[in-house]
């Protein structure tokens, strides 16, 4: 079964990395990514932006240079970004903003709305919140009013969830991500968004997952695969997530 990784990172030394709450990441190179997953039939990706690299863009070029058409890039932007920067990174492959409130690295949420607005205008990014569910109560007024949005890592948290639930009933996606950083049940999570919105789940990697309490496992994928027939856990696996950054 094909696999488009909607979340993964790479960490390359040739470029600025920024320490993060006392943190900096070992180096997890495209190179390195592409031996990891060369028997899980990966076959296309989106590179997300880390705290640790800020509003850094040169890794991100050379990365998607690296990776080839089928990756994309999930970028951090200061809000007073130019027109011309954002159209030239559509051009390179860029295709949504991040938001993380979590970490920070990112341009603050009070500018979540009017940004996330101005890039969807202008080039047809959605936005990507790195969030626990607690805390996106806090903004779901804004997200309701936007037009294309994610949260990573199932909201990570189980406090909140059913309002996590209530965005994905209006459209907002949810990446099948980071099983070993969250504090819910997976599979609990899985299937509840799932009935919600069977087009929600994007799974992704994760890779190298800094900071989890355990690392993306192959066995992640099989959990899926298990939980879900084939033609549902291709959605979640492949499709979902092909969709929502290519189509």
């Known amino acids: 079964m094909e696999i488009f990784d909607s979340h993964l990172h790479i960490i390359n030394r040739k470029f600025p990395l920024y320490e993060n709450q006392g943190y900096l990441p070992k180096p997890f190179t495209c190179e390195d990514y592409l031996?990891?997953?060369?028997?899980?039939?990966?076959v296309g990706g989106a590179v997300v932006s880390g705290s640790f690299q800020k509003f850094d863009q040169t890794y991100l070029e050379d990365a998607l240079k690296i990776l080839g058409k089928n990756f994309v890039g999930v970028t951090q932007l200061p809000y007073n970004t130019s027109d011309e920067e954002i159209i030239r990174l559509n051009d390179i492959g860029v295709k949504a903003i991040r938001f993380n409130v979590m970490r920070g690295g990112?341009?603050?949420?009070?500018?979540?709305?009017?940004?996330?607005?101005?890039?969807?205008?202008?080039?047809g990014w959605h936005t990507e919140l790195y969030i626990d569910s607690k805390t996106l109560i806090e903004i779901t007024p804004i997200i309701k009013e936007l037009p294309a949005v994610s949260v990573d890592h199932l909201g990570l948290v189980n406090e909140g969830f059913s309002n996590l639930l209530s965005l994905v009933d209006k459209g907002v996606k949810v990446k099948a991500t980071g099983f070993g950083r969250v504090d819910l049940d997976v599979k609990s999570a899985l299937l509840s968004i799932h009935n919600v919105n069977p087009h929600a789940l994007m799974f992704g990697t994760d890779l190298p997952s800094t900071r989890a309490k355990r690392p993306f496992q192959d066995s992640d994928i099989e959990l899926i695969k298990s939980?879900?027939?084939?033609?549902?856990?291709?959605?979640?696996?492949?499709?979902?997530?092909?969709?929502?950054?290519?189509i």
């Not at 990112?106 to 080039?123: A, C, I, N, T």
């Open 35 to 42: 031996e990891y997953v060369k028997d899980l039939n990966v």
């Open 106 to 123: 990112s341009e603050d949420v009070s500018y979540l709305e009017s940004f996330s607005k101005r890039v969807y205008e202008l080039v």
């Open 227 to 246: 939980i879900f027939d084939e033609e549902q856990a291709s959605k979640i696996l492949y499709k979902n997530s092909f969709n929502w950054y290519f």
